[in-house]
């Protein structure tokens, strides 16, 4: 299922196989949180910017229009049309981050909707009933997702808590792939390592989750808050216990020298709501870092974005006209923004890819992290 191709240090040039087709990695996947990409892009626009994996959201699809009705229309595929990939995550971050009100038990979470105030329950199995009502390619493991900062102590008994949720998500995915009426029979269950910031937690709840021998494993829990020296420190201690052989995925990450500094500590898959944020906002990567169409100095600009982008927006449209369409609130403004910031994401993973191959990424690396995140 996971091949590496090329290796520089701990960067690895992978192919990971699925029942929906192979993703080249290091990869990013576009975040389609209630299976649209927030910006009105649809899922065969999403091939026209190289995206290889569509990432969907378990908790928000649950509460509308509901996993049932998804399953009874097809299953996320049939339903948005995209036929590659597609990544469920467990609805856990969701529960965790947005219900006002909600108790931790063994057996789940009960909490209250934050559409309705309805009352829900979540635990591992249901997760992975609404996850295969979906049919997603891959479903991510039910955690719990720990406040940083937390005590060491309550963010140990929390990775236990969550290591047993693992080994009923596993158990429970089993028997939904043997059932007549589940859709994709083949689906993946990533794993996901937790444990805050503390390095002998991480390592060790990476050690236990290994064990189970599931199709990838992810790193969870960071890039929330705190600094970014801290994410990497624990990269950099979970990496050498993280099976070689599977894809590695670090949630909720993020900017692209985020991805350079994960990649180079061992990384392959990546998401992330932000570049489909900030270009709602008139926040635009390029390769000489981050511009603001707000900015008076593109009023009169007729040159593109980026003069070294080959999207379709910097191929039809200039600074000036964007600015134009932001200003105006025309909702235009925010499909041509987005669709420029998602391809720029899938090409620069692109060119990670080709340095990797070419055994330049150390070049690539040196060139463009210190560079890519900074604001113009």
């Known amino acids: 299922m996971f091949e590496i191709k090329k290796q520089s240090g701990a960067a690895r040039r992978g192919e990971f196989t699925t029942p929906h087709g192979t993703v080249q990695t290091p990869a990013f996947m576009n975040v389609a949180t209630s299976a649209a990409i927030k910006g009105g ?5 999403l091939k026209d910017i190289h995206c290889q994996v569509m990432l969907c959201n378990t908790y928000h699809l649950h509460l509308r229009p509901s996993d049932t009705l998804i ?3 097809g299953g996320l595929h049939r339903f948005t049309g995209w036929d590659g990939p597609i990544l469920t995550d467990s609805g856990g971050f969701q529960v965790f981050s947005l219900a006002k009100l909600r108790k931790i038990k063994e057996e789940g979470v009960y909490f ?4 309705d105030g309805r009352k829900i329950f979540m635990g591992p199995e249901e997760s992975m009933q609404i996850q295969s009502n979906l049919a997603s390619t891959i479903a991510m493991a039910f955690d719990e997702c720990v406040e940083n900062p937390s005590t060491h102590e309550y963010a140990a008994a929390s990775c236990k808590l969550t290591e047993r949720w ?3 998500c596993k158990e429970e995915m089993e028997r939904l792939n043997a059932l007549h009426d589940t859709i994709n029979k083949k689906q993946l269950l990533f794993g996901i390592n937790q444990g805050c910031v503390f390095e002998d937690l991480r390592v060790k709840n990476m050690q236990a989750i290994a064990a189970l021998d599931l199709d990838g494993y992810a790193i969870g829990g960071l890039a929330v808050g705190e600094p970014k020296e801290d994410m990497y420190r624990i990269i950099s201690a979970v990496e050498p216990f993280m099976p070689k052989n599977k894809p590695r995925y670090l949630m909720g990450v993020g900017t692209p020298g985020n991805m350079l500094e994960a990649v180079r500590r061992g990384v392959d898959l990546f998401d992330c709501v932000m570049p489909s944020r900030n270009a709602r906002h008139g926040h635009l990567f390029t390769w000489n870092g981050i511009i603001n169409l707000h900015n008076a100095k593109y009023e009169r600009d ?9 999207c379709p927006v910097c191929q039809n449209f200039s600074k000036s006209y964007l600015r134009h369409l932001l200003k105006a609130g025309e909702v235009l403004s925010l499909r041509l923004n987005v669709m420029h910031n998602l391809y720029f994401y899938n090409k620069f993973m692109q060119h990670m890819r080709d340095a990797l191959e070419s055994n330049s990424f150390d070049d690539f690396y040196n060139r463009n992290v210190g560079l890519l995140d900074t604001r113009v």
């Open 112 to 115: 209250s909707s934050h559409i």
């Open 41 to 45: 892009l649809s899922a065969f626009d």
């Open 302 to 310: 007729e040159t593109p974005i980026d003069l070294l982008c080959d």
């Open 71 to 73: 399953h009874d229309m």
């Open 166 to 168: 693992l080994c009923r």
